[in-house]
């Protein structure tokens, strides 16, 4: 299966909102991560099975969010997920915000790099090959 964009949508808590009833913008980093885990899961690659159990971990080198329109509590909002890059020693993925009415929200972006359990970077072709495999297989069906 081919991995696109996936859509995960949830709806805005109080919690996710400053004093002034705006979602506060570290909220935007949380969300992609969540959504980040809803694209594994949907083509199959759950996080926790596929990676952190076996002694990946997916550390993040940069994140970016460009804010574009308030957000509010209790507004539905979709994240649209893709992995834009998949190397034998990263992944990065791209985000959009989306509210219920089509405004884009938010874009931004996250670059990951694989470590194991010790914190080193691993080359995951060379330290799982039949995951790789997997992820590359799956990545090139998209393109």
């Given at each position: 299966m081919a991995?696109?964009?996936v859509d995960?949508?949830?709806?805005?808590?109080?919690?996710?909102c400053d004093a002034a009833g705006i979602s506060y913008y570290a909220k935007n980093f949380e969300w992609f991560t969540d959504a980040r885990f809803e694209l594994f899961a949907h083509y199959g690659f759950p996080y926790m099975e596929t990676f952190h159990h076996k002694?990946?971990?997916?550390?993040c080198l940069?994140?970016?969010?460009?804010?574009?329109?308030m957000i509010r509590p209790?507004?539905?909002?979709t994240?649209?997920?893709?992995?834009?890059?998949?190397?034998?020693?990263?992944m990065a993925f791209t985000y959009q915000i989306v509210k219920s009415n089509g405004e884009l929200a938010a874009e931004g972006f996250t670059a990951h790099a694989y470590v194991n359990s010790e914190g080193r970077p691993l080359n995951l072709k060379k330290s799982f090959p039949a995951l790789w495999n997997d992820l590359s297989i799956a990545q090139s069906e998209k393109e």
């Open positions: 991995m696109g964009s995960y949508t949830m709806r805005v808590k109080w919690g996710d002694g990946i971990s997916l550390v940069k994140a970016e969010s460009d804010y574009k329109k209790l507004e539905e909002i994240i649209k997920t893709s992995i834009s890059e998949l190397t034998r020693t990263r």
